[in-house]
T-cell receptor, first 111, second 114 residues
Framework: KNEVEQSPQNLTAQEGEFITINCSYS?????LHWLQQHPGGGIVSLFM?????KKHGRLIATINIQEKHSSLHITASHPRDSAVYIC?????????????WGLGTSLAVNP | DAGVTQSPTHLIKTRGQHVTLRCSPI?????VSWYQQVLGQGPQFIFQ???????GRGNFPDRFSARQFPNYSSELNVNALLLGDSALYLC?????????????FGEGSRLTVL
């Protein structure tokens, strides 16, 4: 079982729909990142969370530390939101300050 | 202000060759991390450097090495290339080596090994 699990793996939505992507993790973390990767590679950091909720434009990210769960919401989705959304957690294992990555959620928003 | 820059953006090598990938972090950032992303999979952590010292290493063979320079730029070196090394290599910079920093990624270097 992966230490970071995302659901769904693939998601297709119609323009304007409200979208939720979930991330659950099983390790202790210092921070959780939501990132976006468009076809061709480049990764953009959307949010970094350690508690509560953050909002940026149409994107909202929440985290529940006790339940080890985070959600990324997209309101009024648009075709340009089509991308892979990745959840990654910052876990301290000794001196290894690595990120543990989810496998990503591939989102397609149809016009 | 320039973001994280990586070079080259694309390159093709043959098995057994050596490759050097370069990364310049955002000005003021002292930590650089390297990731390998094979097509269809999530990124895999390779190395983290902070203040020219290795702070983390992923599960990669010794053919992979890296270093960080006094100006905080970094190089990732891969020797004796294998077909399976074909991937997108991503560099991320953060202000420090603590877990509280936001990540900034370069566009990546896409390596194809023939």
């Amino acid at each position: 079982k992966n230490e970071v699990e995302q659901s769904p793996q693939n998601l297709t939505a119609q323009e304007g729909e409200f979208i939720t992507i979930n991330c659950s993790y099983s390790v202790g973390i210092s921070a959780l990142h939501w990132l976006q990767q468009h076809p061709g590679g480049g990764i953009v950091s959307l949010f970094m969370l350690s508690s509560g909720k953050k909002k940026h434009g149409r994107l909202i990210a929440t985290i529940n530390i006790q339940e080890k769960h985070s959600s990324l919401h997209i309101t009024a989705s648009h075709p340009r939101d089509s991308a892979v959304y990745i959840c990654a957690v910052r876990n301290y294992a000794g001196n290894n300050r690595k990120l543990i990555w989810g496998l990503g959620t591939s989102l397609a928003v149809n016009p | 202000d320039a973001g994280v820059t990586q070079s080259p953006t694309h390159l093709i090598k043959t098995r057994g060759q050596h490759v050097t990938l370069r990364c310049s972090p955002i000005s003021g950032h002292k930590s650089v991390s390297w990731y390998q992303q094979v097509l269809g999979q999530g990124p895999q952590f390779i190395f983290q450097y902070y203040e020219k010292e290795e702070r983390g290493r992923g599960n990669f063979p010794d053919r992979f090495s890296a270093r960080q320079f006094p100006n905080y730029s970094s190089e990732l070196n891969v020797n004796a290339l294998l077909l399976g090394d074909s991937a997108l290599y991503l560099c991320a910079s953060t202000p420090s080596d603590r877990g509280s920093g936001e990540l900034f990624f370069g566009e990546g270097s896409r390596l194809t090994v023939l």
